[in-house]
Structures are given as C-alpha cells and as structure tokens.
C-alpha cells in the first residue's frame, strides 16, 4: 500500500511540473486578485481550523432527524463565530464573510448537505431591502440581521411553482379590523419547499394573492409569524411541518405551510412598491414587476456561486483523478497509462473545465449588471430591466443544465469509485441538479427569455439606435452573412454562434406569425412553437457566453502563458458546443459541410494543447480539501488510501461481527428461523 500512495503522489507531483503556466496566478485572476485570494484563504483558515466544526460520524450514517439536528448545531456554532470573526476584525466585511459562507463554497465544508439558515439571509432580508418602507426595513432587518428572528421565504406551493400568477394562497383585508386574513383554501396551495420553514423558522415572507374590496390584485409580499419566539410552537391557524427526504439538502429543512384563515397586521404588507390604505383603498406602484425583484437576485447567485463553483468542485476531482488512475493499455505490453492519456477521457473532462470559466466570465457581467440595474430602480429608471431578466433567466437556465450533465460526466470519469459517497459526487450533484428547477424552472425561463428575443427581432428596425449590447447581433445581423468564408479563429466562432442566434430567432418570429396567418390564435401558434423557442433562448445564452468569454480574455490583465490556456479554454469551449450543435451552424451559419473535419481536428488540438496543463488548471481552482471532501480529489493524489480511511468509517466496520449474525442469519442458515 505504500508503493501505491508513492507512486500516486508521484504521478500528481508529475503533473504540476509540467505545467506551463503559474497556478497561484490564475487562482488570482479566477478570485478577483491577490489582496482577495489572501482574504478568502484567511476566512476558509478561520474556520475550517475548528474542531468544533468537524464531524467524526460522515453525514451519510446518520438518520434524517440526526442530521437536521447536527445542522441546527452546526449552524449555530458556525454563526457564532461569524459574529466573532466581526467582532474582532474589520479587514474583511460583513458582507463579504456572509457571501463566503453562504454565497461560495466555505459554507459547504461544515454544511455538506445544505444551511437551514441560507434563505434567511438570501431571500427573506433582500426581499424587506427591495420590497419594505424605510420604517418596516428598520425593524425587520434589525431583527433578522441579529437573529432575533429566524426567517425563510413562502413562494412555492403544492400545486405552483415558477408561475406565480397563479399561486392559490389568499390574503383578504378587513378594514373593520385592519387586518389581513391569510387562508390557505386547497391542498395546492399549501406552500411547498422554502428552506427552513420546516422546524427552523418563526417568520417568512409569504407571497399570497391580495384581495381588498372585493377585487384581486395579485401577489404581494407579507410579513408573517409562524411560530412562538419562546416556545417555538406554531401559532393559531399555522398548519406547518417538514416535507421529507429528498435527493439532496437533507439538512436545509424544506417545509410546508398552510393557513386557517390567520390574521395578521396591516403594516405586514410591504409596502414600498404597492400599498393598502386603512379603507382598504390599493395603491399601485407604477411598475408591478419590481415585485419580483427577490428572484432575480437569486437567479444571479445561482449563476455566480451555484452552477460555477459544483461544477469546479468536480472537474478538479475528477482531473486529479485522472491523473493517478491507471488502467488498460494504450500499447500491447506497456504499463498501464493514467487514464487521462485517453483521448475519450479528455473530451469528458477538459470541456467540463472550459465550461467553469465560461460560467464564471458571464456571471461576473451579470452581477455587475444587477447592481447597475439595482441603483437604476431606486431612481425609478426600469429600461434595463428587461434586459436584465431575460439574460438571467437564460443564463440560470444554460449554467445550471451544463452544469449538471457536466458534473455527471465527471462522475462516470471516475468509474465505479465516483459512485461512492466518499468521492463527494454524490452532494456535489444533489446539490447542483436542484437548482435545474428551484428559482424557475428551467424550461420556463428559456421560454421567458424567448419572449424577450421574440419581440426584439420584430423592433430590430425601430429600436436599432438604442438596442442593448447583448441584442446588437440582431441588428447587424443580415441574411447574406452566411455566405462569408469561414476560417477556424475565435473571431469567426463567434460569428458563427452570432449568426446561429439570429437565424433561429428569425426563424421562430416568421413561424409565429405564419401560424397566426393560419388562424392560430397567438398563444396557440406560441405553444406550436415553444420547442423551437426554448433552443433560440439557448442559443442567444451561447452567443452571449462566447462573446464575453472573449472579452475577458483579451482584457484580462494576466502573463502570457495564463493568457495561452485561456484562449486555448475559450476556442475548446466555442468547438465543443459547435460540435454538439453542428446541425444548427450547418443550417444558419457560414459553416459548411466541407469545414466540419477542420473543426474535429481543432477540438483533438486542443485537448492535446491542455492535457499537460489540465492538473495545474484545476489547482488554480484552489479548493481546500476540506471544501472538496473527496478522497478521489485530495491535493496529494493518496486517492486509494483515502477510499479506504473513508470505508473504515462506516459503523458496519466498527464491530467484526454484526449483531444482525446472531439474530437472523445464524438462525436462518442452521434452519431455526
């Protein structure tokens, strides 16, 4: 076993030698710089040091209540020292540490399985900032900032998820009373899902339908108490509980809620946007989709710290691996050769790898344009918000299915050994397939982001002075341009991902009205076409992905030899996905049939190109290896050592012999059962 360990420590040592570029450089530029590596590592220092927040038991031994309660514990304590951590140094933000813990991947070190304080603090308070009155933000944020109150977020229902219109939960104003009368009328529409709500909270937002003099206003956002602040018991009318187990956040406490007609306090309606007066006159904002600011938010996160960092978390896991796995013959007669000399092997992986930072350079352009659009809303300009939504809802969507293929093509990388719990795939995946359809559904938000493109192929014309970057290809773009010679530089792939948005927009634009002309009406016409519709929003997302990811290599400020792998993950990205859609570039680009061997030959390029670098990629990554918690992934490559240090673990190995022999299989094999 010792020879094992040496010669696989070895084989990874070998890997980092031959990197031809700085790994701690490109660790910089994937953090944001050195001053913010050096702030991340001291936090992940900070707390990943504690015993107090290790486990001797692996999660996966426990029962379901075991769990939840070692997370209630967990959690408490990690806070805890949040508060201590601030309390004793200002060189880092409060912001900044809450983001590490629940926004990155320091959280998911302690919490393998989930915080059942997360939508506390990335729902509930963001949705009092942008939906509550000065006065009612003073008072809940003050509360939940200093957990006076834990909080969670009740949107989802039984019987409705990403189409909120159509949520059943009631909320009636009295005005004799001046309260709200909250009901919950049918089994749908009891909420389902929010993190948290099952045993943790006492207070939500809880979005319902509002009714006042008779009439319906939709949904709005109301401040309710759940449970008792001493006792923890629900209050009169709350009907609230646990949903169960589930493929993964086992530990988040997802619940349900229902209400038997429970009132509450006028001033439980937040207030900023839409108003009910002490009549039970409505007030309404000028624009109603400010409403649905929260989801936004969350949609951008899911992008930013979801799909990237699982996905990262991954590819590293499964590269290391590949890296001292060795297995088969390339030639009859030779040693066995690590398994990432396979060609196949590489094509599995390096993709994958493109893909994290492709995810990544478009998640940084989205946050920053959140928060441009968040300063615009609170002067009350809205023009970008649609442009806002629909690449949020378009982006949430592609990360999240890529991701999620992705990270199970890194598992089927590793063999039968990535089936284990101990290589963490596992919860990488449960973690990472859940937001396929947490925070919208990912098939609606293509089609959400299609309307967007839809009805700006039919403004091309008029619009064209004041179009938005992300729609200028729509503008520029003529019929005759596939008729331009292609050649194999960035440049032209993206063209070419251009021309393949264009194209599919016209075209499902043109089928619509054609449709329509038939005597279709235009929602039906709409649903002949939503296949059709859900691939143009996709291929606008890669389009946008291609071009941003080009930008951010020419403007990144790094050496040359950084620069080289990232041009050289950008072009494998652009030819990976050209590939997998080579139809739609045959049809609607200047690709021709004649070009396709050209482009094959490229992708084996440039796998060849990142092979000798793939390890050092990979560690730019930085993840400690508590954060990774895989014994396939560990930095030093002891991968069957840490296999079998993790089957040890098991409390079937405590003992040698199962109490199980005496009571049943010995009665059963002598015949006395």
């Not at 070692?70 to 951590?85: A, V």
């Not at 994958?352 to 809303?377: C, E, G, H, P, R």
């Not at 991701?403 to 449960?430: L, V, W």
Request: charged share 20%; aromatic share 10%.
């Amino acid at each position: 076993m010792v020879g094992i360990s040496d010669k696989c420590t070895e084989d990874i040592a070998r890997e980092r030698k031959k990197c031809s570029f700085s790994s701690t450089e490109l660790t910089h530029f994937w953090d944001g710089g050195v001053e913010l590596t050096k702030r991340r590592k001291l936090l992940e220092n900070y707390f990943l040091s504690d015993p107090e927040l290790k486990s001797s038991v692996p999660l996966e031994y426990l029962s379901h209540k075991e769990k939840y309660e070692r997370s209630i514990k967990l959690s408490c304590l990690f806070f805890k020292k949040i508060s201590n951590w601030l309390e004793h140094n200002d060189t880092i933000s409060a912001m900044e540490v809450y983001q590490s813990v629940l926004g990155g991947s320091l959280g998911s070190a302690v919490l393998k399985d989930g915080f059942p304080f997360a939508v506390h603090y990335v729902m509930f308070i963001p949705t009092i900032i942008g939906q509550g009155t000065m006065a009612q933000q003073a008072h809940w944020i003050s509360r939940a900032w200093n957990l006076e109150i834990m909080c969670t977020y009740a949107q989802t229902e039984l019987g409705h998820g990403t189409f909120i219109r159509g949520l059943e939960t009631t909320s009636t104003y009295d005005p004799d009373t001046e309260e709200f009368v909250l009901h919950s009328p049918t089994l749908t529409s009891y909420k389902w899902w929010p993190g948290g709500l099952g045993h943790t909270c006492n207070y939500a937002v809880v979005l319902a339908q509002l009714y006042t003099k008779g009439q319906c206003h939709g949904i709005h956002p109301f401040v309710v108490q759940l449970r008792d602040e001493e006792t923890w018991m629900p209050l009169p009318g709350i009907k609230i509980g646990e949903i169960g187990c589930k493929l993964g956040f086992n530990t988040v406490n997802n619940g349900y809620l229902g209400f038997d007609h429970v009132r509450i306090p006028r001033d439980r309606l937040l207030m900023k946007n839409n108003k009910v007066l002490k009549d039970g006159t409505y007030v309404k904002s000028q624009n109603d989709k400010l409403t649905y600011g929260t989801m936004i938010f969350v949609r951008v996160i899911v992008v930013r710290g979801v799909a990237a960092s699982n996905l990262a978390k991954a590819v590293t896991i499964a590269t290391r691996y590949s890296a001292v796995r060795r297995q088969s013959e390339l030639k009859p007669g030779e040693p066995e050769p690590q398994i990432m000399e396979f060609q196949t092997q590489q094509y599995k992986l390096f993709p994958a790898i493109a893909t994290v930072f492709a995810i990544k350079s478009s998640a940084t352009w989205l946050w920053d344009v959140y928060n441009s659009v968040t300063k615009d809303l609170d002067q009350g300009d809205l023009d970008k918000l649609p442009e806002l939504h629909a690449m949020a809802c378009c982006l949430k969507a592609i990360s999240t299915s890529d991701a999620n293929q992705m990270i199970e093509t890194c598992r089927f990388a590793c063999g039968g050994h990535g089936y284990m719990t101990s290589s963490n795939f596992p919860t990488i995946y449960s973690s990472l397939t859940a937001a396929v359809t947490y925070e919208g559904e990912n098939t609606v938000l293509l089609l959400q982001t299609a309307r967007y493109l839809v009805k700006a192929w039919s403004q091309r014309d008029v619009t064209s002075a004041t179009i938005t970057a992300t729609l200028k290809y729509l503008s520029d773009f003529r019929p005759s341009d596939i008729y331009q010679p292609w050649s194999l530089t960035m440049s032209n792939l993206a063209e070419a991902f251009r021309l393949v948005a264009a194209g599919k927009i016209k075209y499902c634009s043109e089928h619509i009205d054609y449709l329509i002309q038939k005597g279709y009406t235009s929602e039906d016409a709409w649903n002949a076409t939503s296949i059709q519709l859900t691939q143009i929003a996709e291929a606008h997302c890669r389009a946008f992905i291609v071009d941003t990811f080009v930008k951010e290599t020419e403007v990144a400020v790094v050496s040359e030899p950084v620069r080289k792998v990232l041009v050289q993950l950008c072009e494998l990205y652009s030819v990976y996905w050209l590939l997998k859609n080579v139809g739609d570039f045959l049809v609607y680009s200047h690709l021709k049939i004649s070009d396709v061997d050209a482009v094959n030959e490229r992708l084996a390029e440039l796998l060849a190109a990142i092979r000798p670098n793939a390890v050092g990629i990979v560690d730019s990554f930085d993840f400690h290896d508590d954060i990774l918690d895989s014994a396939l992934g560990a930095y030093d490559g002891r991968v069957y050592e840490r296999i079998f240090e993790a089957a040890n673990k098991s409390p079937l190995n405590a003992e040698p012999v199962n109490e199980s022999f005496h009571k049943y299989l010995k009665p059963f094999l002598k015949g006395q059962m």
